[in-house]
């Protein structure tokens, strides 16, 4: 009789590049080809720096080199990116915590006119998308404690116009965003979004391709409301995004870790079976197929030793059908990561496979890059 054949081992991942060591590196990162070279560009932002702003270069070799800032310091913020005007490079747009949102038009050699939107509640996230089919990018926001969901239409030269604010009735007096995805869910060829929100879970709201939205939260069968991050994406192969959260917190004598749910467009199905390994999950958390298989796999970060900002970061290897095993032997580090914010996968230098970039924050933050040995 033949036995069983194990699974091919997985690769082993090995830190290459560290930037901006000793800042506070906040909220999700740009990877894109800001100069239209081939390679990859760096955006982040960064807590008590000044600027808080700040853009590498990618050589194609895993290699950045910095821009000077010739840009107005708003402060750290969240970051979209997308061609606001049209002229086939990047824009970006920085949605401050302080409040301001920074719409940075590029000029092709590396340097941005801006336009500046005052604003009174402080953002966690930023998505452009065209929302209401005119062809122009729109700008979705996510507040940090009163504003909700924004959402303004884009008229192409980098203004915005407020067209709807979301939810229209509050559960609450404060409702602190945590993350935003825009993705068509029910296959209906219009925009919907995807809201995490700390105290108040996930929100959901379908779009009608005109800017207008309805729906409100959703019911996952969570005992934790206690999220810090989410990403969409087709885990098991049907065709409809499903939901990856991380922070959830089930209590200290309780393991905790990321949580999965299957989509079909309607409704979740929690799917996290082999992901609870973890005593506290930390926001960091991406999806994306590291071993080849075509299966989607997560990397998460969080904390195994109990002690609170000693985060290590966790690759659990999926199987395309919403379930998953922790690759033990993948040479990322368990611990000794300060807090990590965010976790983003990437080729970065052209070699086939995806790097890992990690931000991390605290007195020893910094954005840490990872290869496939």
Same mark, same amino acid.
């Given at each position: 009789?033949?036995?069983?054949?194990?699974?091919?081992?997985?690769? +082993? /991942? #090995?830190? @290459?590049?560290?930037?901006?060591?000793?800042?506070?590196?906040?909220?999700?990162?740009?990877? &894109?080809?800001?100069?239209?070279?081939?390679?990859?560009?760096?955006?982040?932002?960064?807590?008590?720096?000044?600027?808080?702003?700040?853009?590498?270069?990618?050589?194609?070799?895993?290699?950045?080199?910095?821009?000077?800032?010739?840009?107005?310091?708003?402060?750290?913020?969240?970051?979209?990116?997308?061609?606001?005007?049209?002229?086939?490079?990047?824009?970006?747009?920085?949605?401050?915590? =302080?409040?301001? @949102?920074?719409?940075?038009?590029?000029?092709?050699?590396?340097?941005?006119?801006?336009?500046?939107?005052?604003?009174?509640?402080?953002?966690?996230?930023?998505?452009?998308?065209?929302?209401?089919?005119?062809?122009?990018?729109?700008?979705?926001?996510? !507040? /940090?404690?009163?504003?909700?969901?924004? &959402?303004?239409?884009?008229?192409?030269?980098?203004?915005?116009?407020?067209?709807?604010?979301?939810?229209?009735?509050?559960?609450?007096?404060?409702?602190?965003?945590?993350?935003?995805?825009?993705?068509?869910?029910?296959?209906?060829?219009?925009?919907?979004?995807?809201?995490?929100?700390?105290?108040?879970?996930?929100?959901?709201? /379908?779009?009608?391709?005109?800017?207008?939205?309805?729906?409100?939260?959703?019911?996952?069968?969570?005992?934790?409301?206690?999220?810090? #991050?989410?990403?969409?994406?087709?885990?098991?192969? $049907?065709? +409809?995004?499903?939901?990856?959260?991380?922070?959830? =917190?089930?209590?200290?004598?309780? +393991?905790?870790?990321?949580?999965?749910?299957?989509? $079909?467009?309607?409704?979740?199905?929690?799917?996290?079976?082999?992901?609870?390994?973890?005593?506290?999950?930390?926001?960091? @958390?991406?999806?994306?197929?590291?071993?080849?298989?075509?299966?989607?796999?997560?990397?998460?970060?969080?904390?195994?030793?109990?002690?609170?900002?000693?985060? !290590?970061?966790?690759?659990?290897?999926?199987?395309?059908?919403?379930?998953?095993?922790? @690759?033990?032997?993948? !040479?990322?580090?368990?611990?000794?990561?300060?807090?990590?914010?965010?976790?983003?996968?990437?080729?970065?230098?052209?070699?086939?496979?995806?790097?890992?970039?990690?931000?991390?924050?605290?007195?020893?933050?910094?954005?840490?890059?990872?290869?496939?040995?």
């Amino acid at each position: 009789m033949g036995c069983a054949s194990s699974p091919p081992p997985s690769p +082993a /991942y #090995s830190k @290459v590049l560290t930037l901006g060591a000793g800042s506070e590196w906040r909220f999700q990162p740009l990877v &894109v080809d800001l100069n239209r070279d081939g390679h990859l560009d760096l955006v982040a932002t960064a807590r008590l720096a000044s600027p808080s702003l700040h853009l590498w270069l990618g050589d194609g070799k895993g290699g950045f080199n910095p821009i000077t800032a010739t840009w107005t310091d708003i402060g750290y913020g969240a970051l979209a990116t997308g061609d606001i005007n049209g002229d086939g490079f990047p824009d970006i747009v920085v949605a401050s915590h =302080f409040g301001g @949102v920074q719409t940075l038009l590029s000029d092709a050699r590396g340097g941005f006119t801006e336009k500046l939107l005052q604003h009174e509640d402080g953002h966690v996230a930023a998505q452009l998308a065209d929302v209401n089919g005119d062809g122009r990018l729109d700008l979705i926001l996510l !507040g /940090y404690r009163n504003t909700g969901i924004e &959402v303004y239409l884009g008229d192409g030269t980098g203004n915005w116009t407020l067209q709807s604010t979301l939810p229209e009735t509050r559960p609450g007096r404060i409702m602190p965003g945590r993350a935003l995805e825009v993705r068509d869910l029910n296959h209906d060829g219009r925009l919907d979004l995807v809201a995490a929100f700390q105290r108040w879970g996930i929100y959901v709201y /379908y779009g009608d391709g005109q800017g207008n939205f309805r729906g409100g939260p959703v019911d996952l069968a969570s005992s934790s409301t206690q999220l810090q #991050s989410l990403v969409l994406g087709d885990v098991n192969n $049907d065709g +409809a995004p499903d939901l990856v959260i991380n922070g959830t =917190f089930a209590g200290r004598d309780q +393991a905790n870790g990321p949580d999965v749910y299957l989509g $079909d467009g309607a409704k979740w199905t929690a799917s996290s079976d082999g992901l609870k390994v973890l005593k506290f999950a930390s926001a960091g @958390v991406a999806l994306g197929d590291l071993d080849g298989d075509g299966n989607p796999d997560i990397v998460a970060a969080g904390d195994v030793t109990g002690v609170g900002g000693d985060d !290590g970061l966790f690759w659990f290897r999926g199987d395309g059908k919403g379930r998953w095993r922790l @690759v033990q032997d993948s !040479g990322l580090p368990s611990s000794g990561l300060s807090i990590v914010h965010s976790i983003t996968l990437a080729d970065v230098d052209h070699d086939g496979f995806l790097q890992i970039i990690a931000l991390s924050g605290g007195l020893n933050g910094g954005i840490t890059i990872w290869k496939r040995k």
